[in-house]
């Protein structure tokens, strides 16, 4: 007796391959449109601090975190840590860090939607400082930790985005606003939160690593 195996026609095999290549293209585009959409996301985000920022410097003629008065100027402030008025959003003594009472100081003013309280002493956590989509926590500071082309980095006061963004969101990102270089312009990189090294998080032209992304990086504007 003879046995007979059955197998795909040409025309089968040829539908399979189609639905194939239409679901790994669906997939890609599915990537793509959700990467795009946090792009988006951390760049409103980014954009908000930015003009609360600048907002809170043209009405009280001083950097949140920094402002020496504080308690009595923001309204519902009463108990807000004070800066020391420097125009360095650094410490004020030993016990206030005023990257962290910056957050509060920006909510109790009205320029950021969400609610931070802060007292000296406290760790950096969700209830003082808002962190990024993938949350881990930014900072507004005055430090000179970030890349600089030339090698010489100079104090400025400045917004970091925090560790846990991939170096091929944080590319599109710099190619968005600013020069897509990781080591020089408005958006650069910067190892706060323990991102991964500037060496993996970038290639040797100063731009971000997007051909083999590396999920822990960050940035600073």
């Not at 194939?20 to 890609?28: C, F, N, S």
């Not at 406290?122 to 890349?147: E, F, H, R």
């Not at 939160?193 to 051909?211: D, F, L, M, Q, R």
């Amino acid at each position: 007796m003879l046995s007979h195996e059955k197998g795909f026609s040409l025309i089968e095999s040829a539908i399979a391959l189609v639905i194939i290549g239409l679901l790994m293209g669906g997939m890609l585009k599915s990537q793509e449109l959700i990467t795009g959409a946090r792009v988006r996301n951390l760049v409103s985000q980014h954009d908000k601090i930015r003009a609360a920022y600048f907002g809170f410097l043209d009405r009280y003629r001083a950097l949140p975190g920094d402002y020496s008065a504080a308690r009595v100027s923001i309204p519902g402030c009463g108990t807000c840590e004070n800066g020391n008025g420097n125009g360095q959003i650094l410490t004020n003594g030993a016990a206030i860090l005023e990257s962290v009472a910056a957050w509060e100081h920006l909510s109790k003013a009205g320029f950021i939607e969400d609610k931070y309280s802060y007292v000296a002493g406290d760790a950096v956590s969700p209830a003082n400082t808002p962190a990024n989509l993938y949350g881990s926590p930014m900072q507004l500071i005055y430090d000179n930790n970030y890349s600089d082309s030339s090698d010489i980095t100079t104090n400025r006061n400045n917004l970091k985005t925090g560790n846990n963004l991939p170096s091929d969101v944080l590319a599109e990102i710099d190619r968005k606003v600013d020069d897509g270089r990781a080591i020089g312009g408005q958006i650069r990189y910067s190892n706060y939160g323990s991102a991964a090294a500037v060496a993996i998080c970038t290639i040797a032209s100063g731009a971000w690593n997007a051909a083999a992304p590396e999920p822990n990086c960050g940035a600073v504007s």
